[in-house]
């Protein structure tokens, strides 16, 4: 059975939050891999941004 805990998300939720390992995305395939990982920290914030904000805790 499931905590009822608001504060812990669920597993699933938590496991798209990690973002370290964000891979480019196809429109930028032909970025360089080191133009790529000066991007990436700009990239990863703003899908954690739509990510939390798309989440439903209603739902969960």
Do not use: E, H
Request: charged fraction near 20%; aromatic fraction near 8%.
């Amino acid at each position: 059975m499931r905590s009822q805990n608001s504060a812990v998300p669920p597993v699933a939720t938590r496991d798209v939050l990690i973002l370290s390992r964000l891979d480019r995305p196809p429109f930028l395939k032909r970025c360089p891999t080191p133009l790529w990982r000066i991007l990436r920290p700009a990239s990863t914030r703003g899908f954690l941004w739509l990510t939390v904000g798309l989440y439903d805790p209603a739902r969960a």
